[in-house]
């Protein structure tokens, strides 16, 4: 299994503002994943991060408002940018490992709230 | 658009008893079912993958079953650490997103002691 970190675990933000949030895996993966979980919801893709390329948004997500970096093949970041209260939540990273069967992995997530 | 619904919502069990939690989907081709665990303020924790029409997975007191018109998750004779939410996603064969997961709200599992 993969062994992912986040940071930061937890921010308190102020509106208009950005916050970056890295993802760190303590081995080589392809594919790595940003997923957002609001309060009392299921979670739900934001993107898809490949090294190399660029990342795909999943519809309802834009680069602008979320920009991702792929910069090697084990770390990735996340920026929630111009922040509202409505991009209070918890961001997850995830990779997918193939091996004898294929998953994907959770980072421990960043909360976030936004005052 | 793919969808994943679990049933039921929340569940209360007594130490011991067993249950089954379900989860129903739509989707373009599935390439996955995934069942994960998650207790609060973690990130989901994976259990089981499963691909293929009459397949099942065990660990300890869970057992994951998929057929052609069932997908559920068994806990039997469950203890009070098995409490946490369960959560069901399914990867897609096709589309933008086809790796990325599609995820259920979960089922909010207590079991008392």
């Known amino acids: 299994s993969a062994v992912i970190s986040q940071k930061p675990s937890r921010d308190i933000c102020q509106r208009g503002t950005s916050l970056t949030i890295q993802c760190q895996v303590d081995?080589?993966?392809?594919?790595m994943f940003w997923y957002r979980q609001q309060p009392g919801q299921s979670l739900t893709l934001i993107a898809t991060?490949?090294?190399?390329?660029?990342?795909?948004?999943e519809s309802g997500f834009v680069i602008d408002k979320f920009p991702i970096s792929r910069p090697n093949l084990t770390f990735s970041t996340l920026t929630v940018s111009n922040m509202s209260p409505e991009d209070s939540s918890i961001y997850l990273c995830?990779?997918?490992?193939?091996?004898?069967?294929?998953?994907?992995?959770f980072g421990p997530g960043t909360r976030l709230l936004v005052l | 658009e793919d969808q994943v619904t679990q049933s039921p919502e929340a569940l209360r069990l007594q130490e011991g008893e067993s249950s089954s939690l379900n989860c129903s989907y739509t989707?373009?081709?599935?390439?996955?079912l995934f069942w994960y665990r998650q207790d609060p303020g973690k990130g989901p924790e994976f259990l089981f993958t499963?691909?293929?029409a009459g397949e099942e997975k065990e660990k300890e007191r869970l057992k994951a079953t998929l057929t052609k018109k069932e997908r559920f998750l068994h806990i039997t004779a469950p203890k009070p650490e098995d409490s946490a939410t369960y959560l069901c996603?399914?990867?897609?064969?096709?589309?933008?997103?086809?790796?990325?997961?599609?995820f259920g709200k979960g089922t909010h599992l207590i079991i008392q002691p």
């Open positions: 995830s990779v997918e490992a193939r091996g004898n069967q294929e998953t994907q992995y």
């Open positions: 081995s080589q993966v392809t594919m």
């Open positions: 991060a490949n090294q190399g390329s660029e990342a795909t948004y």
């Open positions: 989707v373009s081709g599935l390439r996955g």
């Open positions: 499963l691909y293929s």
């Open positions: 996603a399914v990867q897609a064969g096709s589309g933008g997103g086809a790796d990325g997961l599609t």
